[in-house]
């Protein structure tokens, strides 16, 4: 039974398409980085991790469950699932809402720091690098 997951992840187009997908978002991934992009290494991560899902159905599908036992036949009640999806009907939206209002609140607060850490290009670099060892064990919380 092994190998028939196996065989099912090795069918051309199954293996074609997710190793292209793979490929951009590394490359997505990388490139956020580079750029001005701030969402892009995210979503890149994001995109690797729902294909990671989607192949383990692909490979695993139609016996998700244990083997010879189809996902129609484990699937819960219709209650069960009518509840199930109330509750995310609920949660999704908060959680929408909740998440930019709270980044919204902080916009404005943090202000980015920027140190030169190049001291040969100082005149006295000694003032230059106590500044540096006193914002640092501000940073990490020594005084």
């Known amino acids: 039974m092994a190998g028939d997951y196996a065989h099912r992840l090795l069918d051309p187009l199954i293996w074609i398409p997710a190793s292209i997908l793979?490929?951009?978002l590394?490359?997505?991934?990388i490139l956020g980085f580079r750029s001005r992009g701030e969402y892009l290494p995210l979503f890149a991560v994001l995109g690797i991790f729902v294909l990671?899902?989607?192949l383990m159905i692909a490979a695993?599908?139609?016996l998700i469950i244990p083997p010879h036992l189809t996902s129609q036949a484990a699937a819960?009640?219709?209650t069960s699932q009518i509840f199930m999806l109330v509750g995310f009907a609920v949660l999704i939206p908060v959680t929408?809402?909740?998440t930019p209002t709270a980044l919204a609140s902080l916009?404005?607060?943090f202000v980015p720091l920027v140190v030169d850490c190049n001291l040969s290009t100082l005149a006295n670099p000694i003032p230059a690098y106590r500044t540096m060892q006193a914002l640092h064990g501000v940073l990490v919380g020594k005084r």
């Open 22 to 24: 793979v490929i951009a």
């Open 52 to 54: 990671a899902f989607v």
């Open 76 to 78: 819960s009640s219709p």
């Open 26 to 29: 590394l490359i997505g991934f």
């Open 60 to 62: 695993l599908y139609p």
């Open 107 to 109: 916009a404005g607060r």
């Open 96 to 98: 929408l809402i909740d």
